[in-house]
C-alpha cells in the first residue's frame, strides 16, 4: 500500500499571502490529521478530520483552516501568512477515530518558508 | 489534560553499545502510547506503541518499550546501537476515549551515534 503522500513537500510564500497544502492519506483511511512542526513549539496538534467533518482542533487562530473530500483527501489553508507560520506541516492517517488505539501513521510533510 | 516529558534532549553513545531514551507521561484516561522517529527532513515512522496489552513491548529494528504504571513511565531502549538509529525520536501519548486522534507529542530526543 502506497504511503500518506503530501504535495508540494517544498514551498517559498511572502507575508501576506495564502497557501493551500494537499495531503493524501493511505487507501482505507478515513481520518486525516495536521500537526505544525517547528523547532520551536516543537510538533502541535492542529485539527482532525473524518468523514469531511471537523472532529478535534488544536490551539490555533482562525487563519488556519482546512477540509476533507469523499475521497478522505485533505487541504490545509493557511490565510495571510505571518514569518511564524514557517514550519514542517505533517499530515497523518488512521483507518478511524476512537482514540489512542488507531494508529497514525504520517506523510513526508511540507516544508513551508515564509519570507 | 495529557502531557509527555523526554528527560533528556540529546542522548550520544557509541555505535554497539545501548541506547536508552526516557519517557514520563501525563494522563487523564488509561493511556495509548507510542514512539515515533524523525530522520532528517523525513516524516515521522512509528517504532513501536502500547495499548494496554503486553507491558514490554517489542518494535522495529530491535527497539524495545516498557510501560511502567506506577513510574508514569514509558523508555525506549535498544541493545546495541548502529549509525541508522542517529535521528530525533518522540514519545507520544494519546487518550483513549477521547473523541478522536489527538496526539500529544514530547519535545524530542536528538541522538547520535559515534564510531
Known amino acids: 500500500k502506497a504511503g500518506v503522500t503530501q504535495t508540494p513537500r517544498y514551498l517559498i510564500k511572502t507575508r501576506g499571502q495564502q497557501v493551500t497544502l494537499s495531503c493524501s492519506p493511505i487507501?482505507?483511511?478515513?481520518?486525516v490529521s495536521w500537526y505544525q512542526q517547528t523547532p520551536g513549539q516543537g510538533l502541535q496538534f492542529l485539527f482532525e478530520?473524518?468523514?469531511?467533518?471537523?472532529?478535534n482542533k488544536g490551539n490555533f487562530p482562525g487563519r488556519f483552516s482546512g477540509r476533507q473530500f469523499s475521497n478522505s483527501r485533505s487541504e490545509m489553508n493557511v490565510s495571510t501568512l505571518e514569518l511564524g507560520d514557517s514550519a514542517l506541516y505533517l499530515c497523518a492517517s488512521s483507518l478511524a477515530l476512537g482514540g489512542g488505539h488507531n494508529t497514525q501513521y504520517f506523510g513526508p510533510g511540507t516544508r513551508l518558508t515564509v519570507l | 489534560a495529557q502531557s509527555v516529558t523526554q528527560l533528556d534532549s540529546h542522548v550520544s553513545v557509541s555505535e554497539g553499545t545501548p541506547v536508552l531514551l526516557r519517557c514520563n507521561y501525563s494522563?487523564?484516561?488509561?493511556?495509548?502510547l507510542f514512539w515515533y522517529v524523525q530522520h532528517p527532513n523525513k516524516g515521522l515512522q512509528l517504532l513501536l506503541k502500547y495499548t494496554s496489552a503486553a507491558t514490554l513491548v517489542k518494535g522495529i529494528n530491535g527497539f524495545e518499550a516498557e510501560f511502567k504504571k506506577s513510574e508514569t513511565s514509558f523508555h525506549l531502549t535498544k541493545p546495541s546501537a548502529h549509525m541508522s538509529d542517529a535521528a530525533e525520536y518522540f514519545c507520544?501519548?494519546?487518550?483513549?476515549?477521547?473523541?478522536?486522534?489527538?496526539?500529544?507529542f514530547g519535545g524530542g530526543t536528538r541522538v547520535l551515534v559515534k564510531p
Open positions: 487507501s482505507g483511511h478515513r481520518s
Open positions: 478530520y473524518f468523514s469531511e467533518t471537523q472532529r
Open positions: 494522563s487523564s484516561y488509561s493511556p495509548s
Open positions: 507520544v501519548v494519546s487518550d483513549v476515549g477521547a473523541a478522536g486522534n489527538k496526539l500529544t
